[in-house]
């Protein structure tokens, strides 16, 4: 009698269908995001800056990412923060890298104040919860405002908009560790701000291993 009450009293809305749930999605919102999850997270783990992503920016996935963003659900970044953590955990490579930094790739303070948060470093800082990395919050600092990457078309476009865009962050002015860096963003789409910030790491002489990313805009 008193558990029941009790779930009753703890019931919430899913935020992305609103049907009644004790949990931060409900069991039907959670299967559909599951189905936007890649087989083989690590199927973009190749090249100068390997890719670690959970799934693909469609359908719900798409739509739990703005509901974090621009409804402000904040728990959902908890609970794809998780994802990716679980994922990570069950890859050769945790077990290969049990020291990491991870750093979120920061909003411009500006875009920062408006929208009261970073989703990347609130997903980052689940992921470490439960990876148990050290998290650099303020290891990258924004000091470009950028247009929106859609808006530009070709590669070169969208490198000079980023170009100089980050610079290194008060947690990483007097960086002496030595396990490497993974940065942690939301959506990846093409690269580019990603690569930037590796860059500007790998110029302060800091190992960048990859990415790890919730999805990945496919064309
Ligand atoms: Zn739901």
Redesign the pocket.
């Known amino acids: 009698m008193l558990d029941k009450f009790l779930s009753l009293f703890l019931q919430s809305n899913?935020?992305?269908?609103?049907?009644s749930?004790g949990e931060i999605?409900?069991?039907?919102?959670?299967n559909?995001l599951k189905n936007c999850q890649l087989n083989n997270p690590c199927q973009f783990w190749q090249g100068k800056l390997p890719l670690f992503v959970w799934g693909v920016y469609q359908g719900k996935l798409k739509q739990a990412i703005a509901s974090l963003k621009y409804d402000k659900h904040l728990q959902l970044a908890e609970l794809m923060g998780d994802w990716l953590a679980e994922a990570w955990l069950n890859t050769s490579y945790y077990k290969q890298t049990k020291k990491l930094t991870v750093i979120p790739i920061p909003l411009h303070p500006k875009k920062l104040q408006e929208r009261g948060f970073n989703q990347a470093e609130l997903i980052a800082r689940s992921f470490c919860n439960l990876t148990g990395y050290s998290l650099q919050a303020k290891g990258l600092e924004r000091i470009k405002e950028t247009q929106a990457m859609f808006s530009l078309n070709s590669l070169n476009d969208r490198e000079n908009n980023l170009r100089d865009a980050f610079v290194l962050g008060k947690g990483l002015q007097k960086f002496r560790s030595d396990s490497p860096v993974l940065l942690i963003d939301d959506i990846y789409t093409t690269g580019t701000t990603t690569n930037e910030a590796a860059k500007l790491l790998r110029s302060h002489n800091i190992l960048v291993l990859g990415v790890g990313a919730i999805a990945i805009a496919k064309k």
């Open positions: 899913c935020p992305l269908c609103q049907r749930t999605v409900c069991v039907s919102c959670q559909q």
